[in-house]
């Protein structure tokens, strides 16, 4: 009698472990809080959901953006650097590719973890990354590498000719392609960031490609031009860098 009363206890305890777990694996009421919460008092930039369209819901034109994207991709794996809260990660890993996403903001990750968690979506990881000569030099080659709204950063960070270095290592460790944009002047005039960038003369276009170019790729094409959803005379060309 004792042995039966202990082998159901035995028995209720398991399940209650095994539900408990089951709830901090799945995406649960206090994930939706914290992710709500992020989103609302921290960062909006990328939107909730990956596959809705809605306007406003984020600061880039992440949606059509990953549509001319997409169909670019090759090989079976995307680094995706700066990747934010994930939504290029999440929609590459959705589309079957195994992902890594890099950035090194720890609530921002928090935020792309639970996006994960939320999403179902396994085959991404995201991990706490800066970016510098030797942390780049120390990534092996990525089919493809997503480096968007990015270089203009490390160029206020480290200066130009220190960025020009970080992006050739970047095109090192790119087998087919690389999705590249950079702001165009005229959209920063008085800012800082562009301090230290030589003069884009009168085609900033041709300037970037030539600039992809000399840091190694053999050919960039722009798939299309994208404004700013707050900010719609602010435009970037996205560009896809062949090796």
């Known amino acids: 009698m004792q042995i039966k009363l202990k082998m159901k206890m035995y028995i209720f305890v398991r399940k209650l472990v ?5 709830y901090l694996n799945s995406f649960n009421l206090f994930d939706r809080i914290r992710l709500s919460l992020i989103h609302q008092f921290y960062s909006k930039y990328h939107p909730l959901d990956i596959y809705t369209k809605t306007k406003g819901s984020s ?33 590459m890993a959705s589309d079957g590719y195994l992902v890594t996403g890099l950035d090194s903001d720890e609530v921002i990750l928090d935020k792309a973890n639970l996006m994960k968690k939320k999403h179902a979506i396994k085959n991404v990881s995201f991990a706490n990354f800066k970016v510098n ?19 203009h950063h490390m160029i206020k960070i480290y200066g130009f000719e220190a960025a020009s270095e ?11 392609h690389m999705f590249f944009d950079f702001p165009y002047p005229d959209a920063y005039k008085d800012n800082e960031l562009f301090s230290d960038i030589p003069d884009m003369g009168d085609n900033p276009d041709e300037w ?9 790729f053999k050919k960039v094409v722009s798939l299309n031009i994208f404004s700013h959803n707050l900010r719609p005379e602010e435009k970037r060309n996205l560009f896809m860098a062949i090796k």
Do not use: A
Request: charged share 20%; hydrophobic share 35%.
């Open 18 to 22: 095994l539900n408990y777990l089951k």
């Open 59 to 91: 600061k880039r034109n992440v949606i059509d953006r990953y549509e001319s994207i997409r169909g670019n991709l090759m090989g079976k794996n995307c680094l995706d650097i700066g990747c934010q809260s994930g939504y290029f990660s999440l929609r």
């Open 133 to 151: 000569l030797e942390s780049v030099s120390s990534l092996p080659v990525f089919d493809n590498i997503i480096y968007l709204s990015i270089h």
């Open 166 to 176: 970080i992006l050739k290592v970047l095109c090192q460790r790119t087998k087919y």
């Open 208 to 216: 970037i490609k030539n600039y992809l170019v000399t840091s190694g």
